[in-house]
């Protein structure tokens, strides 16, 4: 008889432990905690303690599954931002080295102009 409250014990801190990791993979992955999120299944509708358990395990597979796959495309884009951020500095790069160059020909072109005037009055 000690052997069975015990087990149940086992199982029902199992749950426990699995629900409560599901509930915060959950609220971690969707906006709204409360909200359902597609794939998980109801695990409170099963009355034998082992389906239940094998219900939340599946949850958790699923939602470690969703982690991975989460963490994988935030690496990406990551990446992708750091690509865009090293564009965005050559490309400012170069707007300076044109601003510059069009300030030197807007020099020379001033300066041809005041050499042509006394020339055009003579």
Do not use: Y
């Not at 090293?86 to 601003?99: H, M, V, W, Y």
Request: charged fraction near 25%; hydrophobic fraction near 40%.
């Amino acid at each position: 008889m000690t052997g069975r409250p015990n087990r149940h014990r086992h199982h029902g801190n199992a749950a426990a432990s699995f629900a409560c990791t599901a509930a915060v993979l959950a609220a971690l992955l969707s906006p709204a905690g409360a909200q359902d999120i597609r794939g998980l299944e109801v695990c409170t509708a099963e009355k034998q303690m082992e389906r239940r358990t094998g219900c939340l395990q599946t949850n958790v597979e699923f939602l470690q599954q969703a982690l991975i796959k989460l963490t994988r495309e935030t690496h990406e884009t990551r990446d992708k931002l750091a690509a865009t951020g090293r564009d965005l500095a050559t490309a400012r790069a170069e707007i300076a080295a044109l601003k510059a160059s069009m300030a030197k020909l807007d020099g020379e072109l001033a300066l041809m102009r005041t050499k042509a005037e006394p020339a055009n009055k003579k």
